[in-house]
């Protein structure tokens, strides 16, 4: 049985519809991640979720229990803010024991439970501390803390890190990976980076205008993107993009006319035929310098030496803009020629409709 189960699930406000009819299952103890541009409802459907929005249409279940008329108190779940939502005047043991006063649990537990979640997170010592003498860092895990406490079913986490700067991030990104695996809880997250969708996700759903563009592990995200959207929203530089008309298509191999960049023959047992309008996809960690299987001469006009890889970016004869990420330090300039190449194995094919032809 699904830990999580939502079917058809659809909001509006007035006349606009945000969500469009969401199915999804979340398994127990899955660390899943809603991943997608500003706008495009995520933390909506977290929040319909938790209880915080009404339901236009459809079902939400945990652990086999329809709860859309339930209050978020008697959901099972624990959410965590994008602020960090503390009481200044309180303690850090007050803040984390919080919701368990509103419960009037006896003393005794409420010393336990506190004192277990202060251990995981490492903050034994800050417990007489207020919010104002703890890094940024400490405040969100208190903030777990404070979730951690209430036992959940399910935690829901609403873009955590996006108040904190990057090395923290990526510190923070680290320690609730080690979190999950300590608790072995149902984590729902919402983000819009996503690399912290790639690193700490499961499962990743990637969310467009209110609808699932595609669900799965991040590698299959990453390598057999359904369409445009994930191709181009999943990957850091985002992957280049051709437009390619199809020349012939015999059952396993489709040639694909990109212009002044000559014919690129795929070997792809697609329903493509003659005269379609495709677009290659290339990731631009999978380039090459020099000669390869399929060339291309371009220009850099901008080039970002990063010591660990350089990164060149440049426009196609089309007008389209293409990014070449090489490791190292390769000799790159602005406005010199640079011969570049990929393997054929490693493009992507797209149809008119922006599906994926594999």
């Known amino acids: 049985m699904s830990q999580l189960s939502l079917k058809r699930l659809e909001k509006s406000f007035n006349e606009a519809r945000i969500i469009k009819g969401i199915d999804l299952?979340?398994?127990?103890?899955?660390?899943?991640?809603?991943?997608?541009?500003?706008?495009?409802?995520?933390?909506?459907?977290?929040?319909?979720?938790?209880?915080?929005e009404d339901v236009t249409q459809g079902q939400i279940e945990i652990g086999g229990k329809v709860v859309n008329d339930l209050p978020p108190v008697e959901r099972g779940i624990a959410m965590v803010f994008q602020s960090y939502a503390l009481y200044p005047h309180m303690?850090?043991?007050?803040?984390?024991?919080?919701?368990?006063?509103?419960?009037?649990?006896?003393?005794?537990?409420?010393?336990?439970?506190?004192?277990?979640?202060?251990?995981?997170?490492?903050?034994?010592?800050?417990?007489?501390?207020?919010?104002?003498?703890?890094?940024?860092?400490?405040?969100?895990?208190?903030?777990?803390?404070?979730?951690?406490?209430?036992?959940?079913?399910?935690?829901?986490?609403?873009?955590?890190?996006?108040?904190?700067?990057?090395?923290?991030?990526?510190?923070?990104?680290?320690?609730?990976?080690?979190?999950?695996?300590?608790?072995?809880?149902?984590?729902?997250?919402?983000?819009?980076?996503?690399?912290?969708?790639?690193?700490?996700?499961?499962?990743?759903?990637?969310?467009?205008?209110?609808?699932?563009?595609?669900?799965?592990?991040?590698?299959?995200?990453?390598?057999?993107?359904?369409?445009?959207?994930v191709a181009g929203f999943i990957g850091s530089p985002k992957m280049n993009f051709i437009n390619g008309k199809v020349r012939s298509a015999d059952g396993s191999t489709v040639a694909v006319d990109l212009g002044s960049l000559g014919m690129l023959r795929l070997p792809r047992t697609s329903t493509a035929v003659a005269g379609q309008d495709v677009t290659v996809g290339i990731r631009p960690e999978h380039m090459s310098l020099g000669e390869g299987e399929f060339t291309i001469e371009t220009v850099p006009n901008i080039v970002e030496h990063l010591g660990i890889h350089t990164i060149a970016y440049s426009t196609l004869p089309g007008g389209e803009a293409f990014i070449g990420l090489f490791e190292g330090n390769p000799e790159i300039a602005d406005g010199k020629p640079l011969r570049v190449s990929f393997s054929v194995a490693d493009a992507h094919l797209f149809d008119a409709r922006g599906l994926a032809v594999y």
């Open 25 to 52: 299952e979340v398994a127990e103890g899955e660390f899943v991640v809603f991943v997608g541009p500003s706008g495009c409802g995520k933390s909506t459907l977290l929040r319909m979720i938790a209880g915080l």
């Open 91 to 229: 303690s850090v043991y007050e803040n984390i024991a919080f919701p368990l006063r509103v419960e009037k649990l006896p003393q005794a537990e409420v010393d336990k439970r506190v004192g277990a979640a202060a251990k995981v997170l490492q903050l034994e010592s800050r417990l007489q501390h207020r919010p104002g003498q703890l890094s940024g860092g400490q405040r969100q895990r208190v903030a777990i803390g404070r979730a951690i406490v209430r036992q959940p079913k399910i935690f829901l986490f609403d873009e955590p890190l996006s108040n904190l700067d990057a090395a923290l991030r990526s510190e923070m990104r680290i320690e609730l990976m080690e979190l999950h695996k300590r608790l072995g809880s149902t984590m729902i997250y919402v983000t819009h980076d996503q690399i912290e969708a790639m690193t700490m996700a499961d499962k990743i759903v990637v969310l467009n205008a209110g609808e699932i563009s595609q669900v799965g592990s991040p590698l299959d995200l990453y390598h057999k993107p359904d369409n445009l959207f």
